[in-house]
């Protein structure tokens, strides 16, 4: 059974950093496509940051590249994202997303098999 679990989530202030984690089980994690995904009431799930291999193999939103950085742990089946500068824009849930058959990264959600529940990211001014 595949779990992906999110962590790292809660309030912020403007300016400031968090880092969310996203750890999985039963998933050939080493090679499996993982993404970040964010939803906010009312608007529809936007893609956030995808990795493949390594960092040098990521996609970014781009208005987040420059202060989103994705990052994975293959040896811990851990994905992160740490956030910075962080704006009330980016209160959303954040969510975890896996893919074990996907040659590349997606920015489409229907791409990804597994998902994990979500992390609340709140950004306060």
């Known amino acids: 059974q595949v779990q992906l679990m999110e962590s790292g989530g809660g309030l912020a202030q403007a300016g400031g950093s968090l880092r969310l984690s996203c750890t999985a089980s039963g998933v050939a994690f080493y090679n499996s496509v993982m993404g970040w995904f964010r939803q906010a009431p009312g608007k529809e799930r936007e893609a956030v940051s995808c990795i493949r291999w390594s960092e040098t193999d990521a996609y970014y939103a781009d208005s987040l590249k420059d202060r989103f950085n994705v990052s994975r742990d293959n040896a811990k089946s851990t994905l992160h994202l740490q956030m910075n500068s962080l704006k009330p824009s980016d209160t959303a849930t954040y969510l975890c997303?896996?893919?074990?058959?996907?040659?590349?990264?997606?920015?489409?959600?229907?791409?990804?098999?597994?998902w994990g529940q979500g992390t609340q990211v709140t950004v306060s001014t």
């Open positions: 997303a896996a893919e074990e058959k996907m040659p590349e990264c997606s920015e489409f959600s229907p791409s990804y098999g597994y």
